[in-house]
């Protein structure tokens, strides 16, 4: 965030810019309703990366009317850019909980 203010003789003026930037990384699963022991794949996932980035400027000055009585005149813009990347696979859960799949995962058939 950067600010600026500025006062000359007859009007302050304010300056103010700012950006920021998020990255979210989430990777469910879920297990579909039947686990079988055979290879098949018993569970989906969709990892998914969501980058947001906002940038806001404001600018504006102020007039003084009358003693205790300020009018401000100003303009303010705020934009905003999202992406968002997601990739479906699937892979093999055995019912006995004893494997972790690695990441990333393709949709691909498991060896049987």
Same mark, same amino acid.
């Given at each position: 965030?950067?600010?600026?203010?500025?006062?000359?003789?007859?009007? &302050?003026?304010?300056?103010?810019?700012?950006?920021?930037?998020?990255?979210?990384?989430?990777?469910?699963?879920?297990?579909?309703?039947?686990?079988? /022991?055979?290879?098949?794949?018993?569970?989906?996932?969709?990892?998914? /990366?969501?980058?947001?980035?906002?940038?806001?400027?404001?600018?504006?000055?102020?007039?003084?009317?009358?003693?205790?009585?300020?009018? &401000?005149?100003?303009?303010?813009?705020?934009?905003?850019?999202?992406?968002?990347?997601?990739? /479906?696979?699937?892979?093999?859960?055995? &019912?006995?909980?004893?494997?972790?799949?690695?990441?990333?995962?393709?949709?691909?058939?498991? &060896?049987?």
């Amino acid at each position: 965030m950067l600010g600026y203010i500025h006062e000359p003789r007859s009007t &302050p003026e304010d300056s103010l810019a700012s950006n920021a930037l998020c990255n979210i990384i989430d990777i469910p699963g879920f297990l579909r309703p039947t686990l079988r /022991k055979d290879g098949t794949h018993g569970a989906d996932t969709q990892p998914q /990366k969501r980058r947001t980035q906002a940038g806001y400027i404001d600018a504006h000055f102020s007039v003084t009317l009358l003693e205790g009585l300020t009018l &401000p005149h100003g303009a303010g813009m705020l934009c905003r850019q999202v992406r968002q990347t997601s990739i /479906k696979g699937a892979y093999h859960a055995p &019912p006995s909980g004893d494997m972790i799949p690695r990441m990333p995962i393709a949709d691909v058939p498991s &060896p049987s």
